[in-house]
């Protein structure tokens, strides 16, 4: 185990600098079109370029102790020779990295088995005209999430902080052999924490794609003030009870019905529960991924070239259409929906842009409603159990309220729960939709703006103490 | 290299740092999936960049950028700085790094078959045939994949630390899924996600993949009508080595994270519900049950020479006999504890900042083999081969569910049982475990997708697990 050989690169070639010096993405997307062309002239290609600069800001105990930036160059190729697809990847733009690049995917498109259903390229059209894109925020500073952390952190009054403020901006390219070429540009900016009490968290969180509408001292008082209202709780006796669930919980629900749902990789497996023109929702349940969206982040096309658009999922709870990546919407015979990702070869079409209409009332008045149930904050570490029932495990975190009677009654304890997400969602099931909605950040580039909901049952199945 | 990154360093400490470090690291891998007797996705990734950690003060910063140069590798020293003093608007408590001696050297992981001299074609070939078996038995859903990193990487610091390493690792994983009217149910082969170490492509030979995949497509098949797992508040609960790896990754490994411990995941990971003071007298488990973290175990997924701070390789008591005794630590995290480096810091790439994870964190083997234990179990369940897994943010509370369970009635491992699940809090449960599998059942399990950090990091980290029996378990949660 150790025998040791003597430093060398992996790789043969120079990487030491830009192509020329250029780092505009659609610069460096045709030139290794080019590339392609030379070596094979009959390949099918396409070409993702991101070029950007991403940091974050994590504090904890009060302080920062983490805090990294990044340049970030990216460069995504795909060619198809006669039916054999292979993709490959590079960080950075220097010539020699790129020409290796191009030289490997050839060979490895010429060696690999066929791919009967490789769908073909994306053809020539245009994306919708929307840019969720902040100067100030693609060239922010460390010293403005260090304002932010500090304010957050004072706002708190003395109670320990935890969490992180992000900023994020990349500049992408797309093109393809077949004359697809498009640009966009997204930043983002999100900054969420905690504030702990010796026996409780608060937590707040706000995203936006400017910086500049990130307000440290309101999150700060905001997850100080919901640590205290849940310190001291008590222990709940599991069992059902109705709910509202905050916007993250929601977000959180949805990213499963996608996943294994509206994922067109999972109905043609036979693992999605989705029945197209069925009513399987709430009549309250509106869905949809929309880039367009103008509280959305992220750049109009997806990452095989297919521009984005407003796809209603769900229609006051009647499901009316599924995702599709170009190879499942190949299988399907339909087109694809513009939800590819760089993973879709192992997890299908994914939703960027998730956006879940909103009711006509406020957090607050969906409390007022219930009975005897369960104000909930934060869901944690949920998994599932089977797909075709979505029944998934996991926790609350960050606070849990008894309400009684239209009032929160008292701060309990962290429960689990084990719940069929469906059967949670089904008709006659959703019992209001708050009206303010909440954009929860997915990594830098996908998000759900999601309201509050209140549910009509939700199984809890033990205490997070045993 | 070592110019680059000595380079990175000198430029951090002329922008103001006090200490400083920069790594180098270079990464190509490829992941090959089969589905339903089609190699359907094959991606090769290149990564190669230079990272850079200076600390002004008692505040770090770090910067990355995916180019090698020696401008690069200056900006990002500088820029590295730049970051540091950012963190000082919001400033800790005074950080002295945990001493370590300044190690220079070199290390391998040790590779009898380079997977990258395999031939395409023989990948495929072997992926598209299993899953092809799978169909003929019994399977809807059959799907294959192979998975290949080679990593060098190269560190220095400015306290003198020269390091530089070569890592390959490779693993394999299969599984077959069978759709009923309202459900599915899958089998997976090695585990629910393959297996992987530091080794070559000898190690997907081992796995013997074709062996197994009629058996595992017949078994899921099977699981469609098999009966629900019994919904029980206690009963005996024997579990095979894969899902005690999984048990122990959970449950033990995250637990004893000291950057978990000390708060500083609260936000996003979640903490610990170990108390630093009393480690060395908690009681943790049983007598059987002692845990290690030994990053020297050959072939073992958490395997290397050096961690990403420079610290050598070495085994870390975890647990001994029940009790509470080590955590795994970086040097600043270990200082803030007064404890010695427990050399378990790294990073998945270039761009990201070097962070406590597991290395290989695994329980010692004990004296009983899988058949005592079956034997010796009057009425209860066994399970294998984990299908779900979730904890709470101070790793106490779990339920995780297996893809596969058996009725243990008389002695007798009976008829199979699906959907089984249980649940516990850790040192209740830990503290039931009566019987533990032998070194003959000591498997060194690989986890490649080990998720941590924010911005997020992919850990590769190992598990040597036997099976185990535990007492008075709740199982058959269901929704």
Excluded at chain 1, 30 to 39: F, I
Excluded at chain 1, 334 to 357: D, I, Y
Excluded at chain 2, 181 to 191: A, D, I, K, L, N
Excluded at chain 2, 358 to 369: A, C, D, E, Q, Y
Aim: proline letters at 4%.
């Amino acid at each position: 185990m150790t025998d040791a050989q003597p430093a060398r690169g992996v790789f043969a070639t120079d990487r030491s600098g830009a192509v020329g010096g250029a780092t505009d993405p659609l610069d460096i997307a045709d030139q290794v079109l080019h590339l392609v062309r030379a070596k094979a002239a009959d390949a099918e290609a396409e070409v993702e370029v991101r070029h950007g600069e991403e940091a974050l800001t994590r504090f904890a105990s009060g302080f920062i102790h983490q805090n990294v930036a990044e340049e970030t160059r990216r460069v995504l190729l795909r060619v198809a020779l006669d039916g054999r697809s292979a993709g490959s990847s590079m960080d950075g733009f220097d010539a020699g990295g790129l020409a290796r690049l191009v030289d490997d995917v050839l060979e490895v498109a010429r060696h690999r088995p066929e791919d009967p259903d490789w769908p073909g390229l994306a053809e020539a059209a245009p994306a919708a005209g929307v840019e969720h894109w902040d100067d100030a925020t693609a060239s922010a500073p460390p010293d403005e999430r260090a304002r932010r952390v500090r304010e957050f952190v004072d706002a708190a009054l003395g109670l320990e902080t935890a969490g992180s403020c992000l900023t994020a901006g990349t500049r992408v390219a797309f093109a393809n052999s077949a004359g697809q070429r498009l640009v966009g540009r997204a930043t983002v900016a999100g900054l969420s924490g905690i504030a702990r009490t010796a026996t409780s968290d608060g937590s707040s969180r706000d995203a936006s794609v400017g910086l500049q509408a990130l307000d440290g001292g309101v999150l700060g008082r905001r997850a100080a003030a919901r640590a205290r209202e849940s310190a001291d709780a008590i222990d709940l006796e599991p069992g059902r009870y109705e709910v509202v669930l905050e916007p993250q919980c929601v977000a959180n629900m949805l990213e499963f019905l996608f996943l294994h749902g509206f994922n067109g990789r999972a109905v043609q497996e036979g693992r999605s529960f989705a029945r197209l023109g069925e009513a399987q929702f709430d009549r309250s349940i509106t869905l949809l991924d929309d880039a367009t969206d103008t509280g959305q982040v992220g750049v109009a096309f997806d990452a095989e070239g297919t521009p984005k658009r407003r796809l209603e999922v769900v229609r006051a709870g009647v499901t009316t259409a599924i995702l599709h990546t170009r190879r499942t919407a190949r299988k399907a015979g339909t087109e694809s929906t513009g939800h590819a990702t760089e993973e879709s070869g192992q997890r299908g079409a994914v939703p960027a842009n998730v956006v879940l209409a909103a009711g006509d009332r406020p957090t607050s008045a969906l409390v007022a409603q219930v009975e005897r149930g369960l104000l909930v904050t934060d869901f944690w570490y949920t998994r599932i159990l089977d797909p075709r029932t979505l029944v998934v495990t996991g926790l609350t975190r960050n606070g849990v309220w008894l309400v009684e009677g239209g009032r929160v009654a008292r701060p309990v304890r962290n429960l689990r729960f084990t719940q069929s997400f469906i059967e949670a969602l089904a008709p006659g099931a959703v019992r209001g939709v708050g009206s303010e909605r909440t954009l929860i950040l997915d990594g830098l580039e996908a998000a759900s703006l999601v309201p509050a909901l209140h549910l009509a049952s939700w199984n809890f199945t033990g205490g997070a103490r045993g | 290299m070592y110019d680059l990154v000595i380079a990175a360093v000198e430029a951090a400490l002329a922008a103001g740092a006090r200490y400083a470090d920069a790594r180098v690291m270079e990464t190509r891998s490829e992941w090959m999936t089969a589905r339903n007797g089609t190699v359907d996705s094959l991606e090769r990734r290149e990564r190669a960049g230079i990272g850079v950690r200076a600390l002004i003060g008692s505040s770090w910063g770090f910067f990355a950028i995916p180019e090698l140069s020696p401008a690069a590798a200056r900006r990002a020293g500088t820029r590295a700085a730049e970051v540091a003093r950012a963190s000082g608007l919001v400033s800790g408590p005074v950080l002295e790094l945990a001493a370590q001696p300044p190690a220079q050297g070199s290390w391998a992981s040790t590779c009898l078959e380079d997977p990258w001299s395999v031939p395409l074609a023989e990948k495929g070939a072997l992926l598209e045939g299993v899953t092809r078996t799978m169909l003929d038995h019994g399977a809807d859903l059959a799907e294959a994949s192979h998975r290949t990193w080679d990593t060098r990487k190269w560190l220095a610091t400015s306290e003198g630390h020269r390091v530089d390493q070569h890592i390959v690792e490779c693993g394999a994983a299969m599984n077959a899924t069978a759709v009923g009217e309202r459900e599915t149910q899958r089998r997976s082969y090695p585990g629910i996600r393959g297996q992987y170490g530091t080794r070559g492509w000898e190690l997907v030979r081992e796995l013997d993949l074709p062996g197994n995949a009629a058996r595992i497509a017949e078994e899921a098949r099977a699981l469609l009508s098999a009966p629900a797992c019994p919904a029980l508040d206690a009963t005996d609960l024997i579990l095979g080595s894969e899902q005690m790896a999984l048990q122990i990754h959970e449950s033990v490994g995250h637990a004893v994270e000291l950057d978990r411990i000390l708060g500083w995941e609260a936000a996003f990971a979640g903490t610990s519900w170990l108390d630093l003071r009393r480690m060395g007298s908690l009681q943790f488990g049983s007598e059987l049950m002692t845990v290690t973290a030994d990053a020297t175990l050959p072939g073992a997924l958490g395997s290397f020479g050096y961690d990403d701070e420079g610290t050598p390789a070495h085994p870390v008591d975890i647990v001994r006999n029940g009790t509470w005794v080590g955590v795994l630590s970086g040097r600043d995290s270990a200082a803030l504890a007064g404890i010695p480096s427990g050399g378990a810091v790294r990073a998945d790439g270039f761009d990201r900042i070097p962070m406590v994870r597991m290395t290989n964190v695994g329980l010692l083997p004990g004296p009983h083999s899988l058949e005592e234990m079956i034997a010796a179990t009057d009425d209860g369940v066994m399970m294998d081969t984990n299908r779900s897994w979730s904890i709470d943010d101070k790793r106490l509370n779990f339920q995780f569910g297996c893809e596969i369970g058996w009725e243990i009635k008389g002695g007798r491992r009976g008829r199979m049982l699906r959907n089984p699940t249980y649940t516990g809090i850790s040192p209740r449960f830990w503290g039931s475990m009566d019987m533990l599998g032998n070194r003959s059942e000591w498997t060194f399990w690989g986890t490649p997708n080990c998720g941590k950090g924010e911005p997020g990091q992919v850990g590769h980290t190992g598990h040597p697990a036997v099976p185990a029996r535990f007492r008075g378990v709740r199982v058959g949660v269901r929704g």
